[in-house]
């Protein structure tokens, strides 16, 4: 019997290879390894090679040039050829490379001289045949496992159809089975003559590449600074419209949120904290190296001075543009370090697109992916609302169609009896428990894309084509984009070679929800809807006789929703290019020159129209603007990849680039205007009455940068990068800002012995500096033209804000520790990071006294800071032959503190709520964005203090809290069984705070449960009286709550705490062995459902994510869109 160490098989499969390897006649050409020269085709075709790595080592090839116009599978067979190794394809762009097949005879009779020195004996002659089938844990066989004998060199390797048949020489013989990719198995024989074996997954695979900066590709473990990657088809089972609500909970600090404004809304992106007071805290958007805007076209603000304070849209934004089925991953750069190469417009993060390419391959590939999505009302009428009174005032049910003229629900008990409505008919006096139900409308999206792939001899291409048709819950409200895009690779000879890409998007909307108050929002309007009133008696009484709006409550401008949704008009269509050309100019080996020009142009039209004879314009409104938006990057730099002895390597680069933006705007407007009723058209507004707005801004960012990283012995890299803007938007002299970047990894695992358990082992750190500058034209006095006196322009100093010449660019400095472990044969892996980042000398605008006739100024005096920690957990918790459970979580904290502001102010407001009471703050030595407001009026000893009618009375203003949900957490798992998987993903937020003016108006007009309480008899309040002596005054009902709504901010203050079923993919992809005899080559089905579940909420009647601004003051909300869940179907062919 033979003897031999335990990685035996492993040794017979390399000294196999050694000996079948076929060396040309006469080698003449330098021999490289093998495995570098398989690096280099896994890093250009971003392929997963799988291999036993004791077959690698010392196994040399000619100085292998690979053909880029092939495929990968091409390139490997021509390189494997020479060597006694063979390629097996296992799925998409995943490749094992097996030994040939040993013939058992062979083995068995005549060992070869290479194996006799090894084993150190000879084999013995077979007793029993034994014959099996091995497969993988869907039944599909397994072709190319290694079967050996234990203890011997007698072996064999199973067929395509994972048969096997050997010889063994008794029934105590172990057969050991072995495959890259899967576990080892050791089976005894026994009395049996067939060993069937179902091997269970581990894949080892050569080291992970991800895309950092500038597009460029790096090992993971290369890396001193935390990156996270989502692949492209986590965003298009469960899809939302706008792509960055698909990483919600997907990614360790993370912090998503999206206005309450249906599907057409933008989404807010903050990584790692808010990083600016005043300014931009959203990552930069970079798609396929080009960055692209991503400023929200239209949103509501309402500001310190109030302006702005009535209703307005979300209007989208650049990321809510794309396609998903054209995204293959989305890499999120967390740190400065990350995005250093980026420069100022990267300080807060980025987030890398990179999109499908195409691919060499035989004919023409085609891929169709369909996805149908309904979406309705997470729940079917108001919870937390009355439905025991009805609508009327001071507890009496309207005998007058005068009387029913209001929004309260402060009218008698529901009994059931006719009582007058609005229209002058009589109807049962009754709870409408319908009425979400009847106006909002089941949404549904459909969207339907086709993709072809295919190669020339010298260019590969990717072409596709989407549509997306959404019909909103909020009846007249669609969406409509298409989705244009061109990917295409290409060599033009042995050193040049290209990147091109191109996309075209089309995006129609048609009356996007309002938010926050009464005009046009019908949202509004079904929040305050009284409880005995069915909107349906709305839906056919929305005009007078003289067709004008007819008014149902005692409110002009909270409008009818049927009204607010059929005859008020809002229409924006954006027309989009993205586009870059990449040349590259590979001068040795080693050495490279690329370009790089990128382009980001989209026009935008926008036309809103009040109609003629609303309640509070009866002659109308108009307002239509074209918005052009071009950006241009022109890039170029040298590029070094270098190898120094066996053990040194570096890598660097050095650049350039300049950036130019340009926008132009156009905007008309008219407010109660229209001469002739009903023609909305510009040449029928009285001229007199129109506003003409034109602007034309530029900003413009040279700059220079350079990266150098040295690596040793593949286990210890060190890099560091600077960069310099020089921003147009500053002053000579202070406009340039260097930043620097370092970082280490050290792949502990590599360098150290290991304890058996632990299989991957890195720390990393980093530190860097970021910059950042503002916004054109705040360095001097500039004029605008208004109106004319004797037939001439009237100049006049444009804007309420001083100038500041002396403005110098912001700086954020950030370090970073973490580590990053695959541990228990891979089945745990950790990843875990705390870091620090502190900006200084941030921009703020300051109020100061308007007798100067300014309102404010920019000063660089701001500080803040985030302290933080982040934890993501992967484990495979059941990995059995049929049946596997993967589960991952992630954890994020961000410690916020606003370090100062301007000279001795401590606090700085940024925004205030609709009704008035609440505000947000931002206060020196607390968290970023606080929610203050005026609390009840309290004695020494905190009793609420109450007046001769048995009011409480208003106090000081108090702080409640941070807008901002410190803890982000996120739960997925993942359950496979025979080709079908269940993936289930739970997320949550806490710690922050949310002030709820839709909460308000649910106590002011009697609709919230909570009023109950005193409709017969009167509220007493427990307090104590302005004297001190305990409150016993009885105040109605109706008075006693409705009084809180603009005094009080304390009751509609609650915690955001919240945990949701966010997400359920069910998918079935159909095997492989089906697939034969079917038109396509590959098949998958998923059932999805999105928000389908709040699990767990603390503020009542709304979402707790509900917002109706995406800008820095964050915590308020106010009469948006009800929160909706989505479910529906995706398939995906290929062909």
């Known amino acids: 019997m033979l003897t031999a160490s335990p990685p035996l098989d492993a040794q017979v499969l390399a000294l196999n290879a050694h000996k079948n390897r076929m060396l040309p006649p006469e080698q003449t050409t330098h021999q490289v390894k093998l495995l570098d020269v398989l690096l280099q085709l896994k ?32 390139n490997m067979e021509a390189l494997l050829k020479s060597t006694g190794l063979v390629l097996k394809k296992v799925r998409k762009n ?42 993988d844990n869907n039944g599909e066989g397994l072709p190319g496992v290694n079967v050996l004998v234990k203890g011997t060199i007698n072996g064999t390797n199973t067929d395509v159809n994972g048969k096997y048949e050997l010889d063994v020489p008794s029934s105590e013989s172990v057969l050991v089975f072995t495959s890259i990719g899967f576990q080892k198995q050791e089976v005894a024989v026994g009395q049996r003559s067939v060993v069937d074996v179902k091997m269970a997954v581990e894949t080892q695979t050569l080291d ?10 790096k090992e993971k473990k290369a890396l001193g600074y935390a990156i996270s990657e989502v692949k492209g088809e986590e965003l298009t089972q469960a899809r939302s419209t706008n792509i960055a609500n698909s990483l919600v909970g997907k990614v360790a600090g993370l912090n998503i949120s999206s206005t309450a404004t249906g599907p057409s809304g933008s989404s807010r992106i903050v990584i790692r904290g808010n990083g600016s007071i005043s300014g931009n805290n959203q990552p930069l958007i970079i798609v396929d190296g080009i ?11 309402i500001g310190a001075n109030r302006e702005g304070s009535w209703t307005g849209s979300d209007r989208g934004d650049g990321i809510s543009s794309l396609n998903p089925d054209e995204i293959e991953s989305i890499s999120v750069l967390k740190g400065a370090t990350a995005a250093a190469l980026y420069g100022s417009r990267a300080s807060n993060g980025a987030i890398l697109v990179t999109t499908k390419g195409g691919k060499a391959d035989k004919g023409i590939g085609v891929e169709v992916n369909s996805n149908f999505l309904a979406e309705d009302l997470l729940f079917k009428s108001y919870k937390d609302y009355q439905y025991e009174y009805g609508l009327g005032s001071n507890g009496v049910k309207p005998t007058t169609v005068a009387e029913t003229a209001t929004r309260n629900s402060w009218g008698g008990r529901l009994d059931g009896s006719n009582s007058i409505n609005y229209d002058g008919v009589e109807r049962p006096y009754v709870a409408a428990k319908d009425n979400l139900r009847k106006f909002y409308n089941v949404g549904t999206t459909f969207t339907n894309s086709i993709a072809l792939t295919g190669a020339t001899e010298k260019v590969t291409y990717r072409l596709s084509m989407s549509d997306l048709n959404n019909k909103g819950v909020l009846p007249n409200n669609t969406l409509r984009r298409n989705n244009f895009a061109l990917n295409t690779n290409g060599n033009l000879g042995k050193r040049i070679s290209f990147v091109a890409n191109a996309k075209y998007i089309i995006e129609k909307n048609h009356n996007r929800p309002r938010v926050n108050d009464s005009p046009g929002n019908a949202n509004f309007a079904m929040y305050v809807l009284p409880t005995s009133l069915d909107v349906d008696v709305l839906k056919n009484a929305q005009f007078d006789a003289n067709g004008n709006e007819k008014v149902w409550s005692d409110n002009q401008y909270t409008q009818n929703p049927y009204f607010a949704t059929e005859q008020f008009q809002q229409d924006d269509n954006k027309k989009r290019v993205i586009a870059s050309f990449e040349p590259k100019y590979t001068i040795t080996d080693w050495l490279y020159l690329k370009g790089r020009i990128g382009f980001d142009n989209f026009n935008y039209r926008y036309k809103s129209i009040e109609p003629y004879g609303t309640g509070y314009v009866l002659r109308g409104s108009y307002t239509s603007s074209l918005r052009e938006f071009t950006e241009t990057n022109k890039e170029l730099l040298v590029g070094i990849n270098r190898k120094m002895g066996e053990k040194f390597a570096f890598s660097g680069l050095f650049g350039g680039n300049m950036m130019k933006q340009v926008t132009n705007l156009n905007e008309v407007s008219a407010n109660n205007s229209f001469n002739i009723p009903f023609f909305y058209d510009i040449s029928n507004i009285d001229p007199a009455a129109r506003t003409v707005t034109e602007a034309y801004i530029e900003k413009r960012i040279n700059s220079v940068y350079g990266s150098a990283e040295f690596s040793y012995n593949n286990y210890l890299f060190v890099t560091a990068t600077a960069r310099n803007d020089w921003f147009s938007t500053l002053a000579k002299g202070k406009n ?26 890195k720390f990393r750190g980093s530190w860097a500096q970021a910059g950042g500058d503002t916004d054109p034209y705040n360095l001097s006095l500039y ?25 110098q660019p912001l700086t954020s400095t950030v370090s970073e520790l973490g580590l990053e472990a695959k541990l228990f044969n891979n089945l745990l892996n950790v990843d875990f990071a705390v870091y620090d980042r502190k900006t200084t000398d941030d921009i703020v605008s300051a109020t100061i006294s308007q007798t100067s006739g300014y309102t404010s100024a920019l000063f660089n005096v701001g500080a803040i800071r985030n302290r933080g920690i982040e934890l993501l957990l992967g484990a495979t918790i059941v990995n059995s032959k049929k049946f596997t459970w993967d589960a991952s979580f992630n954890m994020g904290y961000n410690d916020s503190e606003v370090l100062s502001l301007y000279g001795d102010l401590q606090t700085l407001r940024v925004d205030q709520s609709r009704p008035g009471s609440a505000f947000i703050h931002q206060d020196v030595g607390k968290p970023y964005s606080q929610i203050k407001g005026y609390d009840f009026k309290r004695d020494a000893s905190g009793n609420i203090v109450y007046n001769s009618q048995g009011l409480a009375m208003a106090g000081d203003i108090k702080t409640f809290g941070s807008g901002v949900s410190p803890y982000t957490l996120g739960l997925n798992n993942t359950f496979n069984y025979k080709g079908i998987s269940l993936s289930v993903l739970v997320d949550g937020k806490f710690g922050g705070y949310i002030y709820s003016g839709t909460n308000a108006l649910a106590y002011r007009f009697g609709l919230h449960e909570a009023t109950l309480v005193g409709r017969e008899g009167g509220v007493t309040g427990e307090g104590v009286t302005e004297s001190g002596e305990p409150n016993t005054a009885k105040a109605p009902a109706q008075a006693y709550y409705s009084n809180w709504y603009s005094a009080i901010a304390t009751p509609f203050v ?12 069910f998918q079935y992809s159909i095997p492989s062995r089906f697939l034969g005899k079917m038109p396509f080559k590959g098949a998958s089905v998923s059932i999805v459902g999105r928000n389908l579940a709040v699990l767990m909420k603390k503020v009542p009647v709304i979402d707790p994510e509900a917002t109706y601004n995406n800008g820095n003051a964050q915590g308020v909300e106010f009469a948006g869109t009800p929160p909706t869940r989505s479910y529906g179907v995706n398939l995906n062919l290929k062909f």
């Not at 960055?291 to 603000?301: W, Y």
């Not at 340039?736 to 082992?761: D, H, Q, R």
């Open 736 to 761: 340039s800002i260097f930043y620097p970047s370092f970082g280490v990894s050290f792949v502990a695992s590599e360098a150290l012995k290991m304890p058996a358990v632990i299989n991957y082992l």
């Open 43 to 74: 890093k250009f075709y971003s392929a997963d090679i799988l291999f036993e790595e004791s077959q690698m080592s010392g196994i040399t090839v000619p100085d292998f040039v690979f053909d880029k116009n092939l495929s990968a599978e091409k």
């Open 1054 to 1065: 609650h915690k955001s705490d919240f945990i949701k079923l966010r997400q359920i993919i």
């Open 291 to 301: 960055p692209i805007n991503n400023d929200n076209l239209g949103s509501v603000a």
């Open 783 to 807: 004029y605008s033209l208004s109106g004319a006196h004797l037939g001439s322009a009237l100049a006049q100093i444009n804007g309420t804000r001083v100038p500041n010449s002396g403005l």
């Open 94 to 135: 995943a490749y094992m490379i097996l030994p040939r097949r040993i013939e058992t005879s062979a083995i068995g009779s005549r060992p070869s001289a290479d194996l006799q020195v090894v084993a150190g004996a000879r084999a013995v002659a077979a007793e029993i045949k034994v014959s099996g089938t091995v497969t």
């Open 208 to 217: 992970e590449v991800v895309v950092t900066a500038l597009g460029i590709k």
